[in-house]
């Protein structure tokens, strides 16, 4: 009797910690209940007024440099380069033996309301990648929507129109393409798909500038997450860029997601920095990129004179352009190192100064168009639309975009106006991404009554 009565109690027992092992496994695989703590607070409303001085901001850089891209891009023949000095000069010839068509003198460009700002290729892709995500309601671009994007919106050297530089200029075709990206653009008509587009075996230009133009979008899409601005750039990047152009392209995209929550009350030059030492950290140790960063960093930083920052850049071409050092050998102006370095000069020394910033980024050289259309973005954003006018003291300026002067395929959604959308429009239609984003891989949720987006920190 005794030995039944103690395996029943056994069977009971066994049964009732089975029971709470269960039930402890049920609750514990439960969606867990998260405070007001664990999120943080973006206004929708706020962040359209943030994405439309993006656009604006880096129109209005992305033009201003065009003025002097590849004018002094270090050789004998256009040595030596601009300085202060040379602000509100006539603009000198390019390493090509062209001007642009839209400036004569080395000023800040804007363009006049009632007309479109001109797509180029530092917004251009951007503006395809952002259609992308839209039309096609995803939160991450597969390879072959990448490709099939690109060969839907972008021309090839075949099918591309006649373009007029000037109005007596011979019409010639342009296909608005350079570097990695044409030779991506040739891949994909061949079947490739990203990332085997900008492996070195297939694009021998993998090195070049082109992933910094087309990516830092992917930042402003994932705020305050840069694990996610990396995850959905990640194809878009490798689709041109591999090794130090991915790091520097990588760097861009980190710095655009966390202005999303830096700090507001620190002043713009500390915003700035830290936004930068933050994307540093992105950079593999060892790398020529991470060398690169520190070198002008402290060149920067051990400068006495603030607003000497021709030095730096002198610096920077006796480092890298006559000699090799820290890994990197100069192949081209177009190199993603060289400007990267050139980029870092103009981010330090214009100290979250919009003007002061674009300025330099103007003047410094090589492909200069492309690190002050970058700057011009991201403190564009930080500013929000009305800021980047008071920044420039502009009361007017276009805020219509014309995307089909460099590509194709795209609804004309202001016919009544210039260009085929406004940055008002494009705004729109980044948050209507980021609206998914936030739902699906964000792990928060949208207030659509208060629109406010709550981001799980």
């Not at 000023?107 to 395809?128: L, N, V």
């Not at 890298?320 to 050998?329: E, I, P, R, S, T």
């Amino acid at each position: 009797m005794y030995s039944k009565s103690f395996s029943f109690k056994t069977i009971y027992f066994l049964i009732l910690i089975i029971l709470i092992f269960c039930l402890s496994v049920y609750f514990w695989l439960q969606p867990k209940q998260s405070s007001v703590s664990d999120f943080y607070k973006v206004s929708r409303d706020q962040y359209q007024e943030k994405l439309e001085g993006f656009w604006l901001g880096q129109n209005i850089a992305n033009w201003t440099g065009l003025i002097t891209e590849m004018d002094k891009v270090g050789t004998p023949q256009t040595m030596p380069f601009y300085t202060d000095n040379d602000w509100g000069t006539r603009d000198q010839v390019a390493m090509w033996g062209e001007f642009v068509p839209h400036a004569t003198h080395i000023e800040f460009y804007f363009q006049p309301e009632g007309t479109a700002w001109g797509a180029d290729d530092d917004t251009d892709i951007e503006y395809m990648y952002l259609h992308l995500h839209h039309a096609l309601n995803t939160s991450r671009l597969t390879a072959e929507q990448i490709r099939q994007g690109w060969l839907t919106h972008i021309y090839s050297e075949k099918d591309a129109p006649l373009y007029k530089k000037f109005p007596n200029s011979v019409p010639q075709v342009e296909n608005f393409l350079w570097e990695s990206n044409q030779q991506a653009r040739v891949l994909m008509e061949q079947g490739v798909l990203p990332p085997q587009t900008s492996e070195p075996a297939n694009n021998s230009k993998y090195s070049m500038i082109d992933a910094q133009l087309t990516t830092e979008l992917f930042g402003l899409l994932a705020p305050g997450k840069p694990d996610l601005a990396l995850d959905i750039a990640y194809l878009p990047i490798r689709t041109t860029a591999k090794y130090d152009s991915q790091w520097i392209a990588e760097f861009y995209v980190v710095m655009h997601s966390l202005a999303a929550i830096v700090d507001s009350d620190q002043s713009l030059k500390d915003q700035s920095q830290w936004l930068a030492e933050q994307a540093s950290r992105q950079l593999p140790k060892g790398s020529t990129s991470e060398a690169v960063y520190q070198f002008v960093k402290k060149h920067y930083q051990n400068n006495p004179d603030k607003t000497d920052w021709e030095s730096t850049r002198d610096a920077i071409y006796h480092r890298y352009q006559l000699n090799v050092n820290d890994g990197y050998q100069y192949n081209q102006p177009f190199d993603a190192v060289i400007n990267f370095a050139a980029s870092l000069v103009s981010l330090f020394y214009g100290q979250g100064d919009l003007v002061r910033t674009l300025q330099i980024g103007t003047l410094v050289g090589w492909d200069s168009d492309n690190p002050t259309a970058t700057w011009g973005g991201l403190l564009g954003f930080m500013l929000g639309h009305q800021g980047v006018k008071e920044a420039f003291n502009i009361d007017s300026v276009s805020d219509t975009y014309w995307i089909h002067r460099t590509r194709r395929n795209f609804q004309d959604l202001t016919p009544d106006r210039p260009g085929e959308n406004t940055f008002e429009g494009m705004s729109k239609m980044g948050l209507e991404v980021i609206d998914r984003l936030v739902i699906d891989r964000l792990e928060g949720r949208f207030d659509t009554v208060n629109g406010i987006w709550y981001i799980k920190k």
